[in-house]
């Protein structure tokens, strides 16, 4: 991950430019550097069903214990990656 960036939040349409401030594995905090920014690039959101006990693994279970809530596979929030 690069030292400075733009994270671009598509279902809001806005884009604010980022600090890497600390990692820790594949866990980042980031400080804002900027406003938000509205920009045209925008997606909606799509929401399905799911069974959820076929898709958290073992190692995503102790997240779940401690209260984060996931809708797909990847935990997103904080994490790169799978």
Known sequence: MPKV???FVE???YKV???KMWHKGRIYGVRFTSA????KIRRKQVLEM?????????A??????SGLRCGTRRISFGKLGT
Do not use: A
């Not at 938000?36 to 920009?39: F, N, Q, S």
């Not at 995503?60 to 214990?65: D, G, M, V």
């Open 5 to 7: 960036f733009t994270l």
């Open 11 to 13: 279902l809001d349409g």
């Open 17 to 19: 430019d980022c600090e």
């Open 36 to 39: 938000k920014e509205i920009t």
């Open 50 to 58: 799911y069974e959820e006990k076929n898709l958290i693994t073992s």
């Open 60 to 65: 995503e279970e102790p997240l779940l214990q």
